[in-house]
Structure formats: C-alpha cells, structure tokens
C-alpha cells in the first residue's frame, strides 16, 4: 500500500509560481509512475501532467494547455514528486492531486491509476 501526501497548494496572485509536492510512503514507489491531476469548482478531473517511474524518470508528458509552464520532477531519494507551476493564472484554481500507478508507465487517464492524494488546493487571485 502506498500512501500519498501532496502539499505545497495556498494563494498566490497571477503571474506567481507554487511547487507542489507529493511525498509517498514504500520503497517501490520510486518505480512507479506518479501523474497529477486537477479539478476545479463544478468541472471535471483534468490530467495536467505524468512521469514515468524509475528506469524511465526522465521521461515526462503534459497537457499541451499547460506545457511551458509547468514541470514535474521526482526525486526518488526522497520519494517525492513535483510540480512546478510558474505563470499562473485565475483559471489554474483547483485542487491538484498526485496518483501513482504501479507500472512505470503513466497515463493521462486517472483510471490507470492506483493511488490518490487527498489533495492541495491552489488558488490563483487576479
């Protein structure tokens, strides 16, 4: 079992950046894939971005809405993975959650995944 704690979240204004961070709990995480996903107020869960477990870390996949502006990045000593939101904007407001799925991976759909977050909420004020 595998338990996933995100953080990081809070208010920020347009224009500013939030790391988010999700740390896991077991050893095999570092071979997981780990995604992140969002859902604002009264819309559906939207894939913002995956990276693939370990042999395959380095290779990472977003949204196109969001490439540029966004990074993941895992560090696997620490059995932790980020999100790097720079550029933010009103519309970024949601609470974001980190999934891990078991194979290495990853998917832009949530159903691939084994494991959720509770979430952090990101709010972006303009």
């Known amino acids: 079992q595998v338990q996933l704690v995100e953080s990081g979240g809070g208010l920020v204004q347009a224009g500013g950046s939030l790391r988010l961070s999700c740390a896991a709990s077991g050893t095999a995480f570092r071979s997981y894939a780990v995604g992140w996903f969002r859902q604002a107020p009264a819309k559906e869960r939207e894939f913002v971005a995956y990276i693939r477990g370990f042999p395959f870390s380095t290779y990472d996949y977003y949204t196109d809405s969001l490439k540029g502006r966004f990074t993941i990045s895992r560090d696997n000593a620490k059995n932790t993975v980020y999100l790097q939101m720079n550029s933010l904007k009103p519309e970024d407001t949601a609470v974001y959650y980190c999934?891990?799925?078991?194979?290495?991976?990853?998917?832009?759909?949530?159903?691939?995944?084994?494991?959720w977050g509770q979430g952090t909420q990101v709010t972006v004020s303009s």
């Open positions: 999934a891990a799925d078991r194979s290495f991976t990853g998917s832009a759909d949530a159903l691939a995944y084994d494991y």
